[in-house]
């Protein structure tokens, strides 16, 4: 079992300063034993990187989304409809994020009694420290990694990556990027519950991140990754702004980037077809201004 000093010692070793700002995605899994679990790894963060840090996690709940909109819908309209009408609205206060995808240990960050969560009924964070409420307040609700969002105010604050036993896959900031680099399908909608009865459609919806493990290499051969361990679990540590600059020279080279090469991928089939001059959104749309640019 590794102690909860070992473990802020290897979170010290892997390049993160005193004070950092810091968005973590994890596999506690990967990680092995820690003593007190999921709530030690928090621990040993406050402790490598003092009262002045602050600690995020994703808190995402895809449950508020439109189940017909589903990464894998359900093929029984009627179960669609039984979803649909489940008496169940995000409560930023007590809605648990999506287990065991986003892993106990965002759960677990987001029920700290110290933590701050943001608003979005799907895509909401959680944070630890200094600067989580700065982080967490007043995000929008359209384009909700966008700007003006959590991964937008990590960026302002110079804040970090680390993935910790999971790959890129993962990496939510990248979809700053596709905002950013304002490629046309990241002005895709869906449908959010905002109230019992009420559902909203969202601009700015992203959709799958396979094809996000295409910038490890170009990391790596720009020398933009820390690697190292935390307990048994391989980590990468890299500056958010450098992936995010990495990110957007990528679809400012080719609109299709970074998507997946599945041909069942129905998000990135569809986003491929936007990406063709005659699918592309029109300017006159007034999207663009909604994400910021």
């Known amino acids: 079992m590794w102690s909860v000093d070992r473990i802020a010692a290897d979170i010290a070793e892997i390049g993160l300063p005193a004070g950092a700002v810091v968005l973590t995605h994890v596999s506690m899994r990967s990680i092995g034993q820690i003593e007190g679990g999921a709530s030690g790894l928090i621990e040993a963060f406050q402790r490598a990187l003092g009262s002045e840090a602050t600690l995020v996690a994703p808190a995402f709940t895809p449950q508020f989304r ?8 359900p093929t029984d309209p009627e179960e669609i409809e039984t979803i649909r009408n489940r008496p169940e609205c995000f409560e930023a206060a007590s809605s648990p994020v999506a287990l065991p995808s986003m892993g106990i240990f965002a759960e677990v960050v987001r029920n700290h009694p110290k933590a701050w969560r943001s608003e979005h009924p799907w895509l909401s964070f959680s944070a630890i420290g200094s600067s989580a409420e700065k982080l967490m307040k007043g ?31 993962v990496n939510v900031s990248i979809h700053l990027a596709e905002v950013w680099g304002d490629v046309p399908y990241a002005h895709r909608s869906a449908r959010i519950r905002t109230g019992m009865d009420h559902w909203t459609p969202m601009q700015g919806s992203p959709e799958c991140r396979d094809g996000f493990l295409k910038m490890e290499p170009v990391l790596r051969q720009a020398r933009l990754l ?34 997946c090469s599945s041909s069942t991928c129905v998000h990135c089939v569809r986003a491929r077809q936007f990406t063709k001059p005659s699918l592309a959104l029109p300017p006159d749309t007034g999207l663009s201004s909604m994400h910021g640019n």
């Not at 540590?237 to 609109?255: K, P």
């Open 66 to 73: 439109d189940p017909a909109e589903w990464n894998e819908p």
């Open 226 to 259: 820390q690697r190292g361990y935390i307990g048994n679990a391989p980590a990468l540590l890299m500056r958010q702004r450098e992936l995010i600059s990495m990110g957007i020279a990528m679809v400012r080279g080719s609109a299709e980037a970074l998507l």
């Open 139 to 169: 995000t929008p609700f359209h384009y909700p990694l966008g700007s003006e969002s959590v991964p937008a105010r990590i960026h302002d604050q110079n804040g970090y990556v680390l993935l910790i036993g999971v790959g890129q896959d």
